[in-house]
C-alpha cells in the first residue's frame, strides 16, 4: 500500500545529490526560448548543480532548433529528440537519458523553482513528490471550467481506481531508478500518462508525498480542444482500467 502524505517531511542529513530536470517539448517555438531562460536562472539559484533535458518530440515547427540554440549557450540544457509527438514517450527516454538520480518533471507552462525546492527535500524521505493543484494550501487560477474538470476527474479516479491522492497532473519529482521499471509499464499516452503513472505508484506501494503549487494559465484556452480531447480520454480510461486489473499490486515495486 502506498503511503501518501500531505504534510511535510522529515528531512535526513546527507549531502545535497544532483539534479536533472525533465521538460517535455513539442510544438513550443512561442514559450521555449523566454521559458527555458527564466527557468534556467531560477534553477541556478537552488545551489546544487543540475541538468536541464529538454526532450522534444514530433514538434512540426522550430522547437527542435530552439532547443539546441539554448543548448549551446548554457552548459546545463541537454536536448534529446524523439520523431513521435507523445508526452509519455518522451518521459520515459528523457529520464532514461537523465544522469543524476533525481529527477524533477517540469511542463513549459507549468513549473516552479519553488516546488522543485520543496520537492527536492522531501525525496530524502519519499519515493515520488506531487505537485496537487487542488489540496489545501494549493492555489488554482485557471479558468472555472479548468478546474471543474480537474476536480471531477479526481473524484472518478477515487471511484474507479481508489485513488487516494489529490491531483496526479503536473510537477513531480521522482528516484529515478525506483520510477523506470513503472515508467516502462506505462501504456498510457499523451494527457493519460500522468495518471497512469501515479495509479501505478500507488499500486506499487511507493511513498508518494503531495504539496501544495499555484498554478495559472499561460495560454489561450479552447473549449474545443477540450471537447475534442474528451472521448480519447474515455477510451484510454478503459484501456487503463483494463491493464491495471490485469497487474498484481506491487509488481512494479
Not at 542529513?13 to 514559450?31: A, F, G, K, R
Not at 543548448?71 to 541537454?78: F, L, Q, S, T, Y
Not at 529528440?81 to 507552462?109: F, R, S, T
Request: hydrophobic share 45%; proline share 5%.
Amino acid at each position: 500500500m502506498a503511503v501518501l502524505t500531505h504534510v511535510p517531511l522529515q528531512a535526513a542529513t546527507e549531502p545535497d545529490p544532483l539534479v536533472s530536470v525533465v521538460v517535455p517539448v513539442h510544438n513550443e517555438e512561442e514559450l521555449l526560448e523566454t521559458t527555458v531562460t527564466r527557468m534556467l536562472a531560477e534553477l541556478r539559484q537552488l545551489g546544487r548543480p543540475f541538468e536541464l533535458v529538454l526532450c522534444e518530440n514530433g514538434s512540426t515547427d522550430h522547437s527542435h532548433d530552439i532547443a539546441l540554440n539554448i543548448a549551446a549557450r548554457a552548459p546545463e540544457v541537454k536536448v534529446e529528440q524523439l520523431a513521435v509527438g507523445d508526452y509519455g514517450l518522451a518521459l520515459k527516454h528523457a529520464i532514461a537519458m537523465c544522469h543524476h538520480e533525481l529527477v524533477v518533471i517540469y511542463n513549459l507552462d507549468f513549473w516552479s523553482a519553488a516546488f522543485a525546492r520543496t520537492a527536492l527535500e522531501a525525496l530524502r524521505s519519499a519515493d515520488i513528490v506531487l505537485g496537487s493543484k487542488v489540496m489545501p494550501g494549493a492555489s488554482d487560477r485557471r479558468p472555472t471550467i479548468r478546474k471543474v474538470i480537474t476536480r471531477s476527474f479526481n473524484i472518478f479516479l477515487r471511484l474507479a481506481f481508489g485513488f487516494r491522492g489529490t491531483d496526479t497532473h503536473g510537477m513531480k519529482a521522482l528516484r529515478r531508478r525506483q520510477a523506470l521499471p513503472l515508467l516502462t509499464s506505462c501504456v498510457s499516452r499523451d494527457w493519460l500518462f500522468d495518471t497512469e503513472f501515479v495509479l501505478r505508484a500507488q499500486r506499487a506501494g511507493f511513498r508518494i508525498h503531495e504539496i501544495p503549487v499555484t498554478v495559472r494559465e499561460i495560454r489561450p484556452h479552447s473549449y474545443t480542444s477540450i471537447a475534442r480531447r474528451f472521448p480519447g480520454v474515455i477510451v484510454g480510461l478503459v484501456k487503463l482500467w483494463v491493464t491495471l486489473r490485469q497487474a498484481p499490486e506491487g509488481a512494479a515495486r
